[in-house]
């Protein structure tokens, strides 16, 4: 198995060495990562050069930390080394990516960049308290993915890893709002700062990914990259 690995939080996360070995015992790894933080990035993609350098993580991975997002990361990994990756690793990520800010997410955005060309993806985040205990997990997640063959009925997965987990494991579906955004003026006429607070806006189903992981549980999510809306292609044809 042929794992490329890469996350939105730079090649400097503190969680991406554990990641990296834990990954290693299913298979060959590469890591490709942002040179510097790239949170919120989502798909986004840079059109002109790009800076590459290989660095050592934890004193034995070698990685590669690109001066671009985690979909050039991807991108570059595929296209520069010519592997044929069974899997996009992305994450963990330092903070969850729930409900509708996953649109914004670069965590995400890795494995949109994979499934666009046929490699399925695992995004893997958690809370930021337990960013370190994270992989603690990776074990029962992927043994649950292997068990119940998740990969034969979708190519991505978003999985949320919530502090203390209660051991269940849940196939989820992407919730409401999980983020509110506000602006506060800051010094000078024309100067906002943005900030934002967690709302949560779930309601109370179980199969929210929201509300499985703030009861605990280990959220799945599958996803998909296309943004036509089926449902009204096929309404909108059928039309007399």
Known sequence: MKILI???????SPVLPLLAKWASKLGEVTV?????????KSHGIY???MEVTEVTLDGIITAYAVDSTPADCVRFGVHWFKNDYDLVLSGINRGYNLGDDIVYSGTCGAIFEGARMGIPGLAVSSDIVNLMEAPDSLDAIWEYIQKNK???????YNVNIPPSPTGEIRITKQG?????DTFIRAEGENMF???GYICQNSGNDPTSDIISVRAGVISITPLITTRTNMDAFNKLNSRG
């Open 47 to 49: 059109l002109s050069e």
């Open 6 to 12: 890469t996350n939105d939080d730079g090649v400097a």
């Open 176 to 180: 409401g709002p999980y983020y509110c």
């Open 32 to 40: 490709v990562a942002p040179k510097v933080e790239q949170s919120a």
């Open 193 to 195: 700062i943005q900030t």
């Open 150 to 156: 998740l990969y034969d009925y979708n190519l991505l």
